[in-house]
């Protein structure tokens, strides 16, 4: 399958929905009935990863393969060169752009890099922008950010368009899994104006109902990942992705 065919030709029907599931935090079997409900939910794909934890390896790969079977693709979500799979479809290649550190930047890539030739998976390039969200977030911490600061959009689009200059087809503004607040609309919507329609915008953290999915989508947003709610309410999935989609 290529993922990045699928991505844009589903969205040039709707905008998009991507299910996180962390594969640190249930077994495989459970990981894979979270993916079948995604699924009927009506989501686009799945994403696999996670800030901390130790589900490298075979638990990693069990719960991709599990995942697969409910035939969504799945897209690696690394949070360094060891959270990869060949079991895979595709992998976001990113490089969390707002870091301090050369290890989130580009080392951990340059490692990963090898594997991904090996595997076989298709890159997505993407640019992560993680973003002020009221508290420190695991991604936030783990990551050696300097998060944006709500007030300040201008430096997202900074990161954003320095992103499309060097040829990256994603952005991924990101508030943090259980973030307490989400990304501003403002600034969704002026990293929309600035990237044109030459990427695609990710948003994500701390979305948890449908108005909110909609106000990103209306701001500007391509995909919305949820990750929490997929493990806590399946209901509210649903309102999720009809609020995406309507
Ligand atoms: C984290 O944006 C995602 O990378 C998902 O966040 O778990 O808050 O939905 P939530």
Redesign the pocket.
Not at 204 to 207: D, E, H, K, L, M
Not at 225 to 229: A, C, D, E, H, S
């Given at each position: 399958m290529e993922v990045l065919k699928y991505i844009l030709k589903r969205r040039k029907k709707s905008p998009l929905h991507f299910t996180?599931i962390d594969p640190d935090k249930q077994e495989p079997k459970r990981a894979s009935e979270l993916a079948q409900k995604a699924k009927e939910a009506g989501s686009d794909a799945v994403m696999v990863g996670g800030t901390w934890g130790d589900a490298y390896g075979e638990k990693l790969n069990g719960t991709v393969k599990g995942i697969k079977n409910a035939g969504l693709p799945v897209i690696l979500?690394p949070n360094s060169a060891q959270q990869l799979s060949p079991d895979a479809d595709a992998l976001f290649f990113m490089s969390l752009l707002n870091s301090r550190s050369p290890q989130y930047l580009i080392e951990e890539q340059m490692k990963g890099s090898l594997l991904v030739h090996k595997y076989g998976l298709e890159p997505l390039p993407m640019a992560y922008i993680i973003v002020e969200s009221g508290a420190t977030t695991g991604?936030a911490w783990a990551g050696d950010v300097k998060p944006i600061p709500r007030g300040k959009p201008e430096f997202a689009v900074g990161y954003a368009l320095a992103a499309k200059y060097f040829g990256m087809k994603f952005v991924y503004l990101?508030?943090?899994?259980?973030?307490k607040e989400t990304v501003p609309k403002e600034m969704i919507g002026v990293v929309r104006k600035a990237i044109g329609n030459d990427m695609l915008l990710i948003v994500?953290?701390?979305?948890r109902d449908g108005r909110t999915a909609r106000e990103k989508i209306a701001a500007g947003a391509d995909i919305i990942?949820?990750?929490?709610?997929a493990e806590e309410n399946s209901d509210k999935l649903k309102e999720i992705i009809g609020a995406i989609k309507e």
């Open positions: 996180l979500f991604a990101e508030a943090g899994s259980g973030a994500g953290g701390g979305i990942v949820t990750g929490t709610i």
